[in-house]
């Protein structure tokens, strides 16, 4: 199965940042959200083959950018799409 994982914190050293990391599955995504975004200004984020998005409204509030090539920036029609997409979905809060 499948998991969407979605996470709003901005630190590593958050334990649910850990946590969700060290959940991550090959077949898995993560969604970065709200200060979650923070997270695509670090090189660390790359974690196996998961898919990872970051919310666009998220990322324009802060003015940020990823600086990853492989986060794909999604709009709030693309995370509707992303949670029927998995078969589960894990909000790390």
Known sequence: MSTLHILNKAS???PASRDCLRCLGKKDA???IED?????Q????????????????????RGLSPLQNH???IDDAGFVE?????DRLLSWF
């Not at 670090?42 to 083959?49: D, G, L, M």
Request: net charge neutral; hydrophobic share 45%; proline share 0%.
């Open 71 to 73: 986060i794909e920036i």
């Open 30 to 32: 993560l969604l970065l």
């Open 12 to 14: 590593l050293e958050h």
């Open 42 to 61: 670090r090189y660390t984020i790359v974690h196996k083959s998961a898919r990872v998005m970051a919310l666009q409204h998220d990322l324009h509030q």
């Open 82 to 86: 992303a949670c029927a997409q998995y």
């Open 36 to 40: 979650g975004v923070y997270l695509t």
